[in-house]
């Protein structure tokens, strides 16, 4: 394609622009060769000539078209140079708010400066397991690559994220190590992925510091590599470090702020533990305040801190470590303080002793003050004959003080790394790792320092690395295709690093001017002039002589040689780490050891355990100095930078570059420079130059077709091959041939070329357009035109017709008109003669009557006049009077309505109100009642009074009367003297009588008074109550009225309320249901592993044949009092309706210590094996080769052993039958005493009783015995022997010197053998038990010691709260314990009721069989009677019909078990009674119940649900076998059921099958377990089908055309899509989903499965679908169009009409589809107005606002002719969304499962009408 071609009219290209760096313009006109300048139109519409430069002849950048705009890979673009990557970056970053985009093999992310919600645990789920081109980008994808290669090839992988300060780069690693923790979690107990992700906050508190450009800025660089093992599980980590910026500690420039830890530490100082630190504020300290403000904007310090501490705590750094750090860090902050005094001299300088700060700094580091103060102001001189010490300068004292604050904390990062990784590393054997490289990226300042320089120097290194590995890739890819390989000349640095790092570079000749002992910078500086002034990469800076440039692959930088020297010497005077070294706290000591004073600035590395590399350590082990630290700190960079390099190169790498889009911080804002800048510097252009240099566009046979079909001809189109097709199709268009490129699977093309075929597709489209356009507009003209033709003619033909009618209408006209006109004129002559005359007559006729009617209207007005007078003056009188006593009547009407309002009012309100009417009314009743009281007081008080005044009268009457004969006496002794005055003193006694009788009177008067005045109010009271209470009950009846129409609102709300909980509490319940099953798969596992470490070789088992179903089992017995413990709660919310089945918290508490019951087990078996072990070692290195017996002598060991052993069981044969007789003599005892019946019995009982302790007693004789006979025989032994085996000289005991005979010695002797070995046996049993009892004790005392450690660390963690934490703390503590005591002491209480209960039960059935057997003796008796007859009868047998029981012989149960579930398979009952097994099962159940055998009950139910687990265990991955016993499991639950008695569950039973019902047995508790098996066997039974359907979904959902030529592809890039498969390969369609569809619903029908279980199966299914579906949608740009849409709709109405066919559609499926539903019609619907956005808003109601705005960003245009979705609407969408209160999720939960319900389904069968087929091989059961 010429350049005329290219470069024609409207025509869009990329011109320079000094403030956008890139801007787009139009040509106005054709270019051709030889013009000097371009005629552009810009977006403005300005005009704008281009020149041209004559001597390049470069023209501008052209623009991809419109369609290729927004690309998830940079690499799809025809067009690959800086502006289209500007471009398309700035596109999706601020319109489509995309902040990753893949360029090749780098990911490059933009820092929004924003949370964004893409980075949680759905996210990481959507990406895991995933191909790294079929999702978005993102750096989970990144993450998953790796993960996917190092799992595939097996080689370690490594992660390079570079950037500059505030790109993001820290963050990026963290969610990288987040995503891994989250996928390989560790396959221990030991959660290694936390304390990964917990050396974070770590490190960014010692490493991380505020700069100009981030607040959070890593000053240092890290390489983590996460180990894993075979089964690619974390099991470890390790962590290197580079070049940590040791200045920062002892300067900050202008606005920055120094290690956070500091700051931290200050803001943490008023804690009590941080008093000795002596720390204020961190203004007060110089190293921490140099940059002016110490405080980050929405940064906490002191909560930092805490989280600093706690990070520290869970790596394992103890509480004295933590101290002993946080006093070496503010030491540091106390040396800055220190104040030097310089001497008048000059030349020396003191530090004053009693400096507050230098106290400070030597008490925290443990060292000598003295020392100290002059080491700091001294040097020693060593030379080699004498040792000279020497003053400093004031200069060079606060050089050496800032050295030593640098020394120190270099020192102690590196110990914290130490530390970090010792808590990460791990004994078990490394597999593979990730490493993740955070690293800096390159930088460039105003001022460039020596830290600049070897972060450039790295990225150098790094930047080649990337350039070889993208030129590698490259050519396996052209190899792999099979295309001819050309050389790329890309951009090779190695030139810039051997300026750098060879010989004589400038790294070797700053080190060599660091050993000069007068060396300068400006020396050095000229050096480098002299030595590489030629070197292309090498420039001297015009102005400057100390300064110098390096031209770096990025840019030109220009670095400042001040300071280099001191930077790379990093001196630090010996005396001064002597000191150190000799601090009293070993802390600081083990700081400054030898070994690590040889690198004070290196990096901290530990040895990585790898399977194909080993990791040499970043810090070499040099040799101790004598005076100063020999290597630089270039020398250890270089070196470490060297190892990093053989790292990377070793592993597979992956790139991350993280680009800054502003300097100000602000969200989703886009600088073009500051981003061209970047992407300049992190080498993405250079990735884009090398792929655009080769053939960038590539794409599949397949798509090319699909894309291109347009192109083709038709005859082509006739061949079946398409590869054939597409070579003569490019051919054919593009006729340079090096254009392009046919390789084994996809087609190659030249940059622009792709471009140029959409060109010719959009032509082909444009010229077919046309074509439609023109005919269709013709043959519309036609139309228009016969349309008009007619109608022309039929209106002419009218037009005519009404002319010639309207002259003959005016003719006819006239002729009337005059006519007309005749008869008119006479008719109106006429008519005015009559009105004349007729007037004339009325008027005279008028005239004569008015003066008649004058006259006689006079008079009569005169008489009316009177009699009107005469009634107006009464009515006036009248008026006066009525309006007189109107006004009356009114006002008094107007005031008594007042007050009846008024009082009305009143009571109305008092009527309303129900409360204030009981109030009241109390109020009244108290009212009452206190009157009452109060009259009561006033009579008892009148009573008093008069018994008071009549007791003062009887005085007063007394007195008077002893007054009287005192005067008579007075007066007969005295004569009349003094008569006046006693006649006086009576009169006043005789008016104080009188008085007092008054007043009696009045308060007689008052009391009677004021008592009527309150039995009258008492009396209104009550009759006032009594109305009130009438009232009150009107009222009240009222208000129930009102409160029913409210109840009747509020009990449906909330019963809808209850229905939520109830779906809650069921899902949460199946959660537990689902772990439970979980933990028990652990224990199972955990048991087998313990059988078979037991089975093995030189170990005995167990001689027990105990049964394995008590062990299998954890289930509870029979029992048939135990109703109401255990219910079956998914029956109990079905039929309580509104009642809630509670979870308890028991459960969940009971669950834990099931947990912590496992591990506790699991440590034992552990114990016991590895002392198994030990044992079996001992005895190995014990045996040693013995002497052969004699046969005799085995004989007699042989016959020992089998009469031990003889003994031995019959003793414990005995014990068993004593343990027996114990127990049944306690029944019958207890027995007797309430019944006082059997004594026959008990008498039986006792004798046996007797006879047993008799002979227990006979044989404790015969031990003891034997005993003494062994006692002898040692003795003897110990004596000495023959070693002849001769019977004889065996007969001689030492006891006794009589002959003995020889076969009573050897009797004797096989005694004393046997006895013998019988007390070695005890002796070994008691040695066992004693071991036992010593295990059982440590075990008690480890425990107890970790629950002191666990009590510790949660006293040591107490202590860091705060006084109110500690108290709450406390509280939970106290709480959790009560809590578990309450637990333990329920579930003791509860084992207690269950052995009464079952003790009872023992006793009852006892107490039966002492009946039976009485019956049976009198039976016996009988028969024996009966027997005496003369002559024999023969009783037959009555047949009897089949009762529908089997009965079976407990041996048999096994081979029941074995032939009906564990070999059974769901083929052999093919064409049988679905569930056939479940009925023979209860069949068999029912006869135990009939013969009241509880243990045969418990043991066929416990083995059936184990083998049943065992079976779905087995076959874990096939689905007819989990719906086979998912439908026997419930069939089997269901006839428990529906034959329990219960009421409830038989009202749709017959007559016959009520007979079939359990008589004795209540198995509710079964029940209950088997419901918890169908739930579990369920949830396996999803988990299959979502296996086999998960594969399917988006390719047969998203990627297959189901509708042929609907899609087409757009271009893609270097990422390969699973849709871009070679004639779409293993690809899926819709039919293969309805076809497994399909399937599973002939297997769950076939097999009798529940119809409402089937229902909610497919509804678990639909949901998974669309969950998947929708997921993939919302991660994919490309699936995001219109074609998709229609596809998508028309996929989701087959699966529609399946449902409708398969009358499933009830089940809910179809609801829960309907997110994709609205997802497919969002992307149909138009969307531009704001009529189409609320037509979104009221369409999308199931999708949440993220979800539609994610769709809406993800929106492509497959075509030219369709438009992108505009920034503009998008926004008016997020607008009228933002009332809504969506979850904050963007994917749907693929794993979430809705609870299910086993609803009652009762069966129509009969027992006895079930017939057992041959195939079953049950010839053993028997029908009763």
Not at 188 to 194: A, H, L, M, R, V
Not at 792 to 814: D, I, N, S
Not at 1194 to 1223: C, G
Not at 1280 to 1303: C, F, L, M, Y
Request: aromatic share 8%; proline share 3%.
């Amino acid at each position: 394609m010429s350049v005329s071609e290219l470069y024609s009219q409207y025509t869009r290209v990329w011109i320079p622009d000094p403030d956008q760096v890139w801007r787009v313009a139009e040509l106005t006109k054709d270019y051709k060769e030889g013009d000097q300048s371009l005629q552009l139109r810009l977006e403005d519409e300005t005009i704008r000539e281009h020149p041209i430069d004559a001597q390049s002849n470069q023209l501008p950048f052209l623009r991809n078209p419109d369609i290729l705009v927004g690309e998830n890979d940079l690499t799809a673009l025809s067009y690959l140079h800086e502006p289209a990557v500007l471009h398309n970056l700035k596109v999706r970053f601020l319109e489509s708010n995309h902040i990753y985009t893949y360029c090749g093999i780098v990911l490059v992310a933009i820092n929004p400066y924003e949370q964004l919600p893409i980075y949680g645990q759905d996210v990481i789920c959507a990406y895991s397991g995933q191909n790294m081109g079929d999702m978005d980008p993102h750096i989970f994808a990144v993450a998953e690559e790796a993960y996917k290669q190092m799992a595939r090839d097996e080689k370690n992988q490594s992660i390079i994220v570079s950037g500059e300060s505030g790109a993001g780069k820290t963050v990026s690693a963290k969610y990288a190590m987040r995503y891994f923790a989250t996928v390989g979690g560790s396959a221990s107990d030991t959660n290694i992925e936390e304390k990964v992700l917990a050396s974070s906050p770590i490190m960014e508190a010692i490493g991380n510091a505020k700069t100009t450009r981030n607040d959070n800025s890593s000053r240092f660089g890290k390489y983590i590599q996460i180990g894993f093992d075979k089964r690619y599980h974390i099991i470890g980590a390790n962590m290197r470090t580079y070049l940590l910026e040791k200045s920062r500690v002892v300067f900050q420039a202008d606005d920055e702020r120094n290690y956070h830890i500091f700051y931290q530490l200050c803001a943490a100082a008023s804690l009590p533990e941080f008093k000795e630190l002596a720390l204020t504020c961190a203004e007060d300290f110089f190293y921490a305040s140099q940059g002016g403000d110490t405080s980050i904007e929405g940064v906490d310090d002191a909560e930092d801190f805490e989280k600093t501490r706690q990070a520290f705590t869970l790596l394992g750094v103890r509480e004295s470590h933590q101290i002993s750090i946080f006093k070496i860090i503010a030491s540091i902050l106390h040396l800055g303080n220190v104040e030097i005094q310089a001497e008048r001299d000059g030349d020396s300088c003191s530090v004053s002793p009693q400096d507050e700060h230098l106290n400070n700094f030597c008490r925290l580091l443990g060292v000598e003050l003295s020392q100290m103060e002059h080491w700091l102001c001294h040097r020693k001189l060593v030379t080699t004959s004498e040792t000279y010490v020497k003053t400093m300068s004031l200069q060079q004292v606060v050089n050496a003080r800032n050295a030593l604050a640098k020394h120190i904390y270099a020192q102690l990062f590196g110990w914290i790394v130490e530390h970090v990784n010792k808590a990460l590393h791990t004994a078990l054997k490394q597999h593979s790792f990730i490493g993740v490289l955070d690293i800096y990226g390159f930088e460039t300042f105003e001022v460039n320092s020596f830290e600049q320089f070897c972060i450039n120097y790295a990225n150098e290194k790094l930047q080649q690395q990337f350039n070889s590995h993208v030129f590698k890739l490259e050519q396996e890819e052209y190899m792999k295709e099979q295309i001819p390989w050309t050389l790329i000349d890309f951009y090779d640095n190695q030139p810039c690093i051997d300026l750098i790092e060879a010989k004589l570079g400038i790294l070797d000749l700053l080190d060599e001017e660091c050993k000069v002992p007068k060396g300068t910078d400006q020396n050095w500086a000229q050096k480098l002039y002299d030595r590489h002034s030629g070197s292309q990469h090498f420039q001297k800076p015009r102005m400057s002589n100390t300064a110098f440039i390096v031209v770096h692959f990025a840019d030109k930088v220009e670095y400042l040689s001040d300071g280099f020297l001191e930077k790379n010497r990093d001196t630090v005077y010996e005396e001064q780490i002597n000191i150190l070294k000799a601090s009293k706290f070993p802390l600081v000591a083990d700081l400054f050891h030898d070994d690590k004073d040889s690198a004070p600035a290196s990096t901290t590395s530990t040895k990585g355990s790898s399977a194909k590399i080993n990791i040499r350590s970043a810090r070499p082990h040099l040799k101790a100095s004598n005076k100063e630290h020999k290597k630089t700190v270039g020398h250890q960079f270089r070196t470490s930078l060297h190892l990093l390099m053989e790292t990377l190169n070793a592993t597979t790498p992956h790139y991350v570059r993280c680009i800054k889009p502003n300097d100000e911080k602000l969200p989703f804002h886009f600088d073009p420079k500051r981003a061209v800048q970047q992407l300049r510097a992190c080498g993405v252009l250079e990735t884009i130059r090398i792929s655009a240099a080769g053939y960038p566009s590539r794409w599949a046979y397949h798509d090319f077709f699909n894309r291109y079909r347009v192109l083709i001809k038709k005859r082509e189109l006739a061949n079946a091959d398409r590869k054939a097709i597409c070579r003569s199709v490019l051919e054919n268009l593009i006729k340079d041939p090096d254009k392009f490129q046919f390789g084994r699977t996809k087609i190659f093309f030249r940059a622009g070329q792709v471009a140029y075929l959409e060109k010719l597709r959009a032509d082909k489209f444009r010229a077919a357009t046309i074509m439609i356009q023109k005919t269709v507009r013709g043959w519309l003209q036609k139309v228009k035109y016969r349309r008009l033709k007619g109608a022309t003619l039929t209106l002419q033909r009218y037009c005519r017709g009404y002319r010639a009618r309207r002259l003959a209408e005016h003719l006819r006209r006239t002729r009337a008109a005059v006519a007309l006109q005749k008869q008119c004129r006479m008719w109106r002559a006429r008519l005015a003669y009559q009105r004349v005359r007729a007037a004339t007559v009325v008027i005279q006729a008028f005239a004569r009557g008015m003066f008649v009617r004058r006259a006689y209207h006079q008079v009569l007005r005169e008489h009316k006049a009177t009699i009107i007078q005469k009634q107006v003056r009464g009515w006036m009188a009248r008026r006066h009077f009525q309006r007189l006593r109107g006004a009356a009547i009114v006002i008094q009407c107007a005031f008594r309505r007042l007050q009846a309002r008024q009082e009305l009012k009143a009571l109305k309100i008092e009527a309303r109100s129900a409360e204030h009417l009981k109030r009241l009314n109390v109020g009244m009743e108290n009212k009452v009642v206190q009157l009452q009281r109060k009259i009561h007081d006033q009579n008892k008080e009148f009573k008093t009074l008069s018994e008071q005044l009549s007791a003062v009268t009887s005085t007063h009457t007394m007195e008077v009367e002893r007054l009287k004969k005192e005067l008579a006496h007075y007066q007969q002794s005295r004569g009349g003297d003094s008569s006046p005055g006693l006649q006086e003193e009576v009169e006043s006694l005789r008016t104080e009588l009188q008085r007092a009788h008054s007043e009696r009177k009045i308060l007689e008067d008052a009391h009677a008074r004021e008592n009527s005045e309150l039995r009258k109010r008492v009396a209104d009271l009550e009759q006032e109550n009594a109305l009130l209470k009438d009232e009150k009950e009107q009222l009240n009846h009222q208000i129930l009225g009102q409160l029913k129409d409210e109840f009747s609102q509020n009990s449906i709300k909330e019963n809808l309320l209850v229905k939520k909980e109830l779906e809650e509490e069921r899902s949460r319940y199946q959660n537990l249901v689902k772990e439970y099953s979980r933990l028990e798969q652990r224990y199972d596992n955990l048991r087998d592993e313990m059988t078979i470490i037991k089975q093995t070789p030189g170990h005995r088992r167990n001689p027990s044949n105990q049964s394995s179903l008590e062990s299998d089992s954890n289930y509870p017995s029979i029992s048939t009092s135990e109703v109401g413990d255990t219910e079956d709660a998914l029956p109990q919310v079905e039929e309580l309706g509104l009642e809630k089945a509670a979870m308890d918290m028991t459960v969940f508490l009971k669950l834990q210590k099931r947990v912590r019951e496992l591990e506790q087990e699991r440590r034992k078996l552990q114990a016991q094996l590895e002392k198994r072990e030990q044992q079996d070692s001992r005895n190995a290195q014990m045996e040693q080769p013995k002497n052969d017996l004699d046969l005799d002598q085995d004989a007699d060991l042989a016959y020992n052993r089998l009469k031990r052993q003889e003994l031995e069981s019959e003793n414990k044969k005995l014990k068993n039958d004593l343990n027996e007789l114990r127990k049944a003599v306690a029944a019958q005892a207890a027995q007797n005493n309430s019944t006082h019946s059997s004594p026959d019995s008990y008498g039986l009982l006792l004798n046996q009783l007797k006879l047993a302790s008799e002979e227990l007693e006979v044989r404790k004789e015969e031990v003891l015995i034997l005993r003494t006979q062994i006692v002898s025989a040692d003795q003897r032994r110990l004596a000495g022997r023959s070693t002849e085996p001769n019977i004889n000289a065996r007969t001689s005991w030492p006891n006794s010197e009589k002959h003995v005979d020889q076969e009573d010695a050897i009797e004797a002797y096989h005694g004393v053998c046997q006895t013998n070995r019988l007390l070695e046996a005890q002796l070994q049993a008691q040695s066992r038990t004693h071991e036992e009892e010593v295990e059982r004790l440590q075990a008690q005392v480890e425990a107890l010691r970790e629950e002191l450690d666990r009590q510790q660390q949660t006293f040591s963690q107490t202590l860091l709260l705060s006084p109110e934490a500690q108290v709450e703390f406390g509280v939970q503590q106290e709480m959790s314990r009560l809590a578990t005591e309450n637990l333990d002491l329920k579930e003791l209480v509860e084992k207690l009721e269950k052995n009464e209960k079952k003790l009872k039960k023992q006793l009852k059935i006892h107490m039966k069989k002492v009946q039976d057997l009485e019956a049976a003796q009198t039976l016996a008796q009988s028969e024996r009677r009966r027997h005496e007859l003369n002559r024999q009868v023969t009783v037959q047998r009555k047949e009897k019909d089949f009762q529908g029981m089997l009965e079976y012989h407990k041996d048999d149960e096994a081979l029941l078990i074995r032939s009906l579930v564990t070999e059974l398979k769901p083929q052999t009952l093919a064409g049988t009674v679905p569930c056939l097994p479940a009925y023979i099962l209860y069949m068999c159940v029912r006869h135990a119940d009939y013969v009241n055998d509880d243990l045969k009950v418990h043991s066929l139910l416990t083995s059936t649900i184990n083998s049943i687990k065992k079976v779905l265990k087995k076959h874990n991955n096939d689905f007819e076998m989990t719906s086979f016993w998912l439908s026997n499991t419930c069939r089997l639950l269901h006839c428990l059921k529906q034959y329990s008695g219960d009421e409830g569950f038989m009202t749709q039973n017959t007559a016959k099958q009520n007979e079939h019902c359990l008589k004795n047995f209540d198995l509710t508790e079964y029940r209950q377990v088997l419901s918890d098996l169908s739930i579990q066997i369920y949830q396996q039974l999803i988990k299959i089908a979502e296996g086999a359907l998960q594969p399917m979904i988006v390719s047969a959902m998203l990627e297959n055309e189901s509708i042929q030529g609907l899609s087409g592809m757009k271009p893609t890039g270097y990422r390969k899509r699973s849709s871009s498969m070679v004639d779409g390969d293993n690809a899926y369609c819709l039919e293969a989903i309805i076809r497994q569809m399909n399937s599973f619903h002939i297997v769950m029908c076939d097999q009798g499965l529940d119809p409402e279980i089937i229902l909610q199966v497919f509804k678990q299914l639909f949901y998974m679908v669309t969950a998947v579906t929708l997921n993939n949608l919302l991660l994919r740009k490309d699936v995001c169009s219109w074609s998709t849409g229609m596809q998508l709709r028309y996929n989701i109405s087959q699966l529609e009409e399946w449902l409708r066919g398969r009358n499933l559609h009830k089940s809910g499926a179809v609801q829960t589809m309907e997110p994709l539903i609205q997802a497919a019609q969002l992307l149909q619907l138009k969307k531009k107005t704001p009529e189409d956005a609320e037509a979104i808003c009221s369409l999308c109601t199931s999708l949440s606002t993220q979800q539609i705005v994610k769709i809406l960003n993800l929106y492509t245009p497959l075509n030219e002719f369709e438009e992108r979705v505009t920034v503009g609407f998008i926004r008016t969408i997020q607008a009228q969304l933002q009332e809504r209160s969506d979850p904050q999720q963007l994917l749907l939960d693929c794993k979430h499962m809705f609870p299910v319900v086993f609803p009652f389904n009762p069966s129509s069968l009969t027992m006895d009408t079930i017939h057992i087929p041959a195939c079953l091989n049950l010839e053993f059961l028997n029908e009763v």
